[in-house]
């Protein structure tokens, strides 16, 4: 029997915004596309040798989940924060995930 887990589920795992879940990724995410890719003020020149929406999805959606988590915490470091956010993703896909009708 294989136990090793897919490459894209670790990245999923590595980049949820823990307790916030797939819902708090969602409205990051969408929040960006409308800010930079919309906008084109985020191009592939400035991603390389990332696509921007991976960009978005991969760096600045986990980060700005860190810094909210510090806030949420009240100013926490970000190491804490991001220790946080990694313990916490389980609960988050539980309590905030996307449902059908979110999509």
Do not use: W
Request: aromatic share 8%.
């Amino acid at each position: 029997m294989n136990t090793r887990i897919p490459n894209y589920i670790c990245t999923i795992i590595t980049i949820a915004p823990g307790y916030y879940g797939s819902k708090g990724s969602s409205v990051i995410f969408s929040t960006f596309v409308s800010l930079f890719i919309e906008s084109k003020r985020l191009t592939l020149d400035m991603t390389k040798p990332q696509e921007p929406l991976k960009y978005l999805n991969q760096v600045l959606v986990p980060e700005t989940a860190i810094r909210l988590i510090a806030q949420d915490r009240g100013g926490i470091t970000l190491r804490e924060a991001r220790k946080i956010m990694e313990d916490s993703g389980e609960f988050g896909m539980y309590v905030h995930d996307v449902e059908e009708e979110d999509i």
